[in-house]
């Protein structure tokens, strides 16, 4: 169950259930009173992680059916049922990648819109090790891009990179130096695997 999810009101019901999209209802009591109709789209989390390999931070050049052209992204998708962001994560990394890691932190969550409720977990591992080939889905091309800390910072001002709640701490980082260090430290600190 997504996150948001578990803080739908009392009373809330699935008026429609889709492949990825629920649509929910409920009555919600207005600041004079009344009472009106409201309504939330509800999707699964998911989760994404920024990939440390050695000195460089691997990307995908990605294309999907639905999407006219290629865009870069980061390691992720749905979250399983029942599965953790965490393990998630994991399970994204090793099957678009076939990397491993154990390594992890939380970066950020992020919820993209008041008007659905879905979490976007970002996740950062370090020390990243290839295991394997990955294991892609038929509605994915994805190819590895392994980046410069300086080249990955230039993605937030790109509009291909399709992760557009990591934009904003890009951007800072590129822009703000004392954020820089702190942002380069987090991402690489501790071992390298080179």
């Given at each position: 169950?997504a996150?948001?999810?578990?803080?739908?009101p009392?009373?809330?019901?699935?008026?429609?259930?889709?492949?990825?999209?629920?649509?929910?209802?409920?009555e919600?009591?207005?600041?004079?009173?009344s009472?009106?109709p409201?309504?939330?789209?509800?999707?699964?989390d998911?989760?994404?992680?920024?990939?440390?390999?050695?000195d460089?931070?691997?990307?995908?050049?990605?294309?999907?059916?639905?999407w006219?052209d290629y865009?870069?992204?980061?390691?992720?998708?749905r979250?399983?049922?029942?599965?953790?962001?965490?393990?998630?994560?994991?399970?994204?990394?090793?099957?678009?990648?076939?990397?491993?890691?154990?390594?992890?932190d939380?970066l950020?969550?992020?919820?993209?819109?008041?008007?659905?409720f879905?979490?976007?977990y970002?996740?950062?591992?370090?020390?990243?090790?290839?295991?394997?080939?990955?294991?892609?889905e038929?509605?994915?091309?994805?190819?590895?891009?392994?980046?410069?800390?300086?080249?990955?910072?230039?993605?937030?001002?790109?509009?291909?990179?399709?992760?557009?709640?990591i934009?904003?701490?890009?951007?800072?980082?590129?822009?703000?130096?004392?954020?820089?260090?702190?942002?380069?430290?987090?991402?690489?600190?501790?071992?390298?695997?080179?």
């Amino acid at each position: 169950m997504a996150e948001a999810q578990k803080n739908l009101p009392a009373g809330a019901r699935r008026v429609y259930k889709g492949v990825i999209y629920d649509i929910w209802q409920w009555e919600q009591t207005l600041f004079d009173g009344s009472m009106a109709p409201f309504e939330r789209l509800v999707r699964p989390d998911s989760a994404q992680v920024i990939a440390v390999s050695g000195d460089r931070i691997l990307l995908q050049k990605q294309r999907q059916p639905d999407w006219t052209d290629y865009g870069i992204t980061l390691p992720g998708g749905r979250i399983d049922e029942g599965e953790t962001p965490l393990a998630g994560a994991q399970r994204e990394l090793y099957e678009e990648g076939g990397y491993e890691s154990h390594d992890w932190d939380l970066l950020q969550k992020f919820s993209p819109s008041s008007h659905f409720f879905w979490t976007v977990y970002t996740f950062v591992a370090r020390r990243c090790v290839k295991t394997a080939a990955p294991a892609l889905e038929a509605g994915e091309q994805i190819e590895e891009l392994a980046v410069t800390f300086e080249e990955f910072l230039s993605y937030g001002e790109n509009p291909a990179l399709r992760n557009h709640d990591i934009k904003p701490l890009l951007v800072k980082a590129r822009y703000n130096e004392t954020y820089r260090r702190e942002f380069h430290a987090f991402l690489f600190r501790g071992k390298s695997n080179r």
